[in-house]
């Protein structure tokens, strides 16, 4: 099973990269952002105690998220690929993926940060709008919908996401800063870290992921 970790602050791009890279590499995209909005959708018991974390953009808890992750793989299927958004976000749950994907014989292949400034995503969660249906992402300086408000591949409408205010996406990049960055550093000591420029045009980005992951040694599987 091939293994992709997306990591990078809230806004670096991870949701718009994953679904480019999945498409590319034929993987599993699996966002742990998209299944909890899901869940808050659906009114179910996880997604109401979800809620109140995200609106505030603090973190859920790792327990209510390995317990969801391990679901989802295993009904997704073990034996395929995935690559995962936002997951892990925290020591403990790195942890937790290592004993999961030990327990199925699998490996990480590889974590990739996409290095975005502050400021520039606080610019960028701002002006983010999200088809209500199909989950598209748009942006209404750097990818903006041929009709405004409505989706190009569906036409539904658009849909601004409650935590994309300024003063959550601020607390969302403290809350980044203070527990998911060390996992820069837990990575990097597996030798599975790799750092990639965030900035730029979505293509340049998506080149530079598909460069980097080649240099590494991922060539083959990658199918870069
Ligand atoms: P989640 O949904 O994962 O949000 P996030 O990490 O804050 O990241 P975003 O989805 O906001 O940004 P992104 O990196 O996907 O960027 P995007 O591609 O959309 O999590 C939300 C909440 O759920 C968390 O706060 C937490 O409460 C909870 N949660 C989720 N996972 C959890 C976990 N594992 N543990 C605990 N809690 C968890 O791009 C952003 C914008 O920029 C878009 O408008 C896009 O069009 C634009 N853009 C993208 N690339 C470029 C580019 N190259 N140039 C210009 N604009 C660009
Ligand atoms: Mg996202």
């Not at 395929?80 to 990480?108: C, M, N």
């Not at 990575?187 to 790799?194: A, D, H, N």
Request: with cysteine.
């Amino acid at each position: 099973m091939r293994l992709l970790i997306l990591l990078g602050a809230p806004g670096s791009g991870k949701g718009t990269q994953a679904k480019l890279l999945a498409e590319r590499l034929g993987l599993v995209h699996l966002s742990t952002g998209d299944f909890l909005r899901e869940e808050v959708r659906r009114g179910t018991q996880l997604g109401n105690q979800a809620n109140q974390y995200m609106n505030t953009g603090e973190l859920v808890p790792d327990v209510l998220i390995l317990d969801m992750i391990k679901t989802r793989l295993v009904s997704d299927g073990m034996n395929r690929g995935f690559i995962f958004d936002g997951f892990p976000r925290t020591v403990a749950q790195a942890e937790g993926l290592g004993r999961l994907v030990d327990e199925v014989g699998a490996g990480i292949d590889r974590v990739i940060n996409l290095a975005v400034d502050d400021e520039v995503i606080v610019g960028r969660l701002t002006a983010r709008s999200t088809c209500g249906v199909c989950g598209a992402i748009y942006n209404d300086v750097s990818n903006s919908p041929r009709r405004a408000g409505f989706c190009d591949k569906d036409d539904a409408a658009l849909v601004r996401r409650s935590d994309d205010s300024e003063a959550v996406v601020r607390n969302r990049l403290n809350v980044y800063h203070q527990l998911t960055k060390p996992l820069e550093e837990y990575y990097s000591r597996k030798g599975l870290f790799l750092k990639v420029d965030g900035h730029g045009t979505t293509d340049q980005v998506l080149t530079r992921v598909l460069t980097s992951l080649a240099a590494s040694g991922t060539n083959d599987r990658a199918q870069v």
